[in-house]
């Protein structure tokens, strides 16, 4: 790859890339389970700076479009403004990604202004701050739709995007300690059923020649053994 070419064939992959590990780390630091109160801290300062990264590597994939003129200033600025449908409606897309990127952002830092403030704003605060899955939702809708076709690195790492989000998502969903616990679970009820099925002994020869031991007989056995004796 040209180096001067770089921020312009790479500027878009990286701040999805950076988008990612941020809605990433920010699903792992809301994690009261698996993370301790130390813990959390570090993922909260990770998920912060990676977000900084987001937004230094939007702000040079949008400068170098416009001016290489692949995109009009009014078209990044104002997301739909050259229309809705092909090429112009992806880069609408692309345009309130980065809209929804700054507003998640700018929540993230005024998150102590919600604070304290009962659960109305906390609520108000998450919904908020929740636009950072759209904006990652519609960068990626437009990183594979907008640009040139993909080189296979840049194939790998949309794919790596996915599927860090969706593991992040099942941890988010059901925690560490829950998917261990069901884990456990279903090989304790495997084990169980196992235990239960009954085992056949082998035969030995031994058991072949042992000698039967007569059943008890009961009053009204005795009395036919009698009678078939009489009769002969």
């Known amino acids: 790859m040209d ?22 780390w920010g699903l792992v630091a809301a994690d009261r389970l698996a993370l301790g109160p130390c813990g959390r801290l570090l993922a909260q300062a990770v998920h ?22 692949h995109a009009s200033t009014t078209a990044a600025l104002i997301p739909f403004a050259s229309g809705i449908g092909g090429r112009a409606g992806l880069i609408g897309l ?7 990127l700054v507003l998640a952002a700018a929540t993230g830092v005024l998150r102590s202004v919600f604070a304290g403030r009962g659960r109305a704003a906390a609520r108000r605060w998450r919904v908020l701050h929740a636009s950072a899955y759209g904006a990652w ?45 069901l884990v456990v ?13 009954p085992q056949s002994r082998p035969f030995t020869v031994s058991q072949g020649l042992r000698p039967r031991t007569p059943a008890p007989q009961t009053p009204e056995g005795l009395n036919a053994s009698r009678g078939r004796a009489e009769l002969t």
């Open 185 to 197: 679970r279903r090989r304790s009820v495997g084990a169980h059923a196992a235990g239960r099925m």
């Open 48 to 69: 912060r700076a990676l977000a900084v990264g987001a937004l230094g590597f939007l702000l040079v994939h949008v400068g170098v479009k416009v001016a290489e003129a």
């Open 137 to 181: 939702c519609t960068a990626l809708l437009h990183g594979l739709n907008a640009g040139r076709e993909a080189a296979e690195w840049v194939t790998g790492c949309y794919v790596g995007c996915l599927v860090g989000v969706a593991l992040a998502l099942v941890l988010r969903r059901f925690g560490v300690p829950q998917l261990l616990r």
């Open 3 to 24: 180096l001067h070419r770089f921020p312009d064939q790479a500027g878009g992959v990286l701040a999805l890339v950076s988008l990612t590990a941020t809605v990433v």
């Open 94 to 100: 692309g345009s309130l990604a980065g809209y929804l």
